[in-house]
């Protein structure tokens, strides 16, 4: 077998939408998983008792929410190439995951700092003076309770918003938000919607009259040059 060390990692970039964005994580690196196998590809292997595909992905994403950056980053034991790889990925992807390349990379996964998101709401509490109104709530200190393993503790969602674009009229929102995702600064977007729910009323919980979407755009590194 060859050295680990040997071995050059290939990164695939793909999608995730559709009623996909309701299945887990653990749900999503499974499909994944059982794709490979599918497809013939000879993923690298942790060794002992219970073998793991070694499979990096990019930060978990919440149920609900859809994504057109997914990566995950593999080790093969057989040489293949990357358009070899796409070719058998794409003939056995569900039609919701998408492929969209395959490549060596030149980043870590730990270089991403920062996730573009795109939030649409729509709720007959938005007209178009909702827009200044989310505007002037994050520019200075907006506070919700975020929940951990740790516990919960208060934090300032304002403080992990580097951008923020947003336009309302006629019941609808729409919020283009680039969020802190580094391990030390990750902000959930669901921690950004319970701050527009808790400070300016907006979605109730009527939600015969009220939706949401969350949308994960690009990954971004610390000097905002999208992620690749």
Excluded: W
């Excluded at 995950?72 to 070719?87: C, G, L």
């Amino acid at each position: 077998m060859v050295p680990e060390e040997e071995i050059t990692p290939i990164r695939i970039k793909f999608t995730k939408t559709g009623s996909l964005m309701y299945i887990s994580h653990l749900d999503l690196v499974r499909t994944v998983q059982r794709i490979m196998v599918r497809a013939g590809i000879d993923i690298r292997y942790t060794e002992g008792f219970n073998p793991q595909p070694k499979m990096v992905f990019t930060p978990p994403l919440s149920i609900g929410v859809e994504s057109l950056c997914e990566f995950v980053d593999i080790k093969i034991n057989s040489p293949m190439s990357t358009d070899e790889i796409k070719k058998r990925l794409s003939e056995n992807f569900p039609d919701e995951m998408r492929v969209l390349a395959v490549y060596v990379p030149t980043t870590k996964l730990s270089d991403i700092a920062y996730t573009d998101y795109i939030i649409n709401i729509e709720s007959p509490s938005i007209d178009e003076n909702t827009e200044n109104k989310v505007r002037e709530l994050f520019s200075g200190e907006c506070t919700v309770v975020k929940a951990s393993k740790k516990g919960e503790r208060e934090i300032n969602v304002t403080d992990y918003i580097k951008s923020l674009d947003v336009k309302s009229s006629g019941g609808k929102m729409s919020a283009n938000v680039v969020l802190c995702a580094d391990s030390e600064n990750y902000l959930n977007p669901e921690l950004f919607i319970k701050a527009l729910r808790e400070k300016l009323g907006i979605l109730s919980g009527d939600v015969k009259n009220e939706y949401y979407s969350v949308m994960r755009k690009e990954m971004l590194q610390k000097d905002l040059k999208v992620f690749e």
